[in-house]
T-cell receptor, first 114, second 112 residues
Framework: ETGVTQTPRHLVMGMTNKKSLKCEQH?????MYWYKQSAKKPLELMFV???????ENNSVPSRFSPECPNSSHLFLHLHTLQPEDSALYLC?????????????FGAGSRLTVL | QKEVEQDPGPLSVPEGAIVSLNCTYS??????FMWYRQYSRKGPELLMY????GNKEDGRFTAQVDKSSKYISLFIRDSQPSDSATYLC????????????FGTGTSLTVIP
């Protein structure tokens, strides 16, 4: 499998549930990202990891908890979410070294919070 | 003022038309410019990548950057129904950082 893979593709959860989103990249990239995509808004950067170290946390509420066990895997743990957290959550990776530094995105996880 | 402004559309054109998609930005330090295409229920995919001012062509697609006006464009020639998607512009300051600045995206429909 190549590229960036996200699971699950769709998730419905109640406000008291705990769930996790998973991302895996097979590109050998050294940086991984979580973005939130909502209608009519630019992509919102949530977290960035470089070589497994978190380098960016864009004032994201603590109900979102990232985990990066290695440079190929990234998780977003979700708990006690609010309905306004319903959105498409995109994982991306980039190599950040030489050549074009661009983002490669996964297909996204569509989250609905009831 | 937003860093990057993009008209969300929607834009609807007949098949074969030339499409022009645009973004303006406020930070004159941006040097790297990207266009992503996002089909419904998919993630964005990189379409074009340019550095500094000038034009870049790839098949039916041409990316244009005018740094003096802080304006970038994507032209699609001979548009096809398969071009129907949302197009997002993005830009960055350096080629090594992790900060990318996105527009809101323009929704395009090409009518057969």
């Amino acid at each position: 499998e190549t590229g960036v893979t996200q699971t699950p593709r769709h998730l419905v959860m109640g406000m008291t549930n705990k769930k996790s989103l998973k991302c895996e990249q097979h590109l050998g990239h050294n940086a991984m990202y979580w973005y939130k995509q909502s209608a009519k808004k630019p992509l919102e950067l949530m977290f960035v990891y470089n070589f497994k170290e978190q380098t960016e946390n864009n004032s994201v509420p603590s109900r979102f908890s990232p985990e990066c066990p290695n440079s190929s895997h990234l998780f977003l743990h979700l708990h006690t979410l609010q309905p306004e957290d319903s959105a498409l959550y995109l994982c991306a990776s980039s190599h950040g070294r030489g050549g074009a530094n661009v983002l490669t995105f996964g297909a996204g996880s569509r989250l609905t919070v009831l | 003022q937003k860093e990057v402004e993009q008209d969300p559309g929607p834009l609807s054109v007949p098949e074969g038309a030339i499409v022009s998609l645009n973004c303006t930005y406020s930070n004159s330090a941006f040097q790297y410019f990207m266009w992503y295409r996002q089909y419904s229920r998919k993630g964005p995919e990189l379409l074009m990548y340019t550095y500094s001012s000038g034009n870049k062509e790839d098949g039916r697609f041409t990316a244009q950057v005018d740094k003096s006006s802080k304006y970038i464009s994507l032209f699609i020639r001979d548009s096809q129904p398969s071009d129907s998607a949302t197009y997002l512009c993005a830009m960055s300051l350096t080629n090594t950082g992790n900060q990318f600045y996105f527009g809101t995206g323009t929704s395009l429909t090409v009518i057969p």
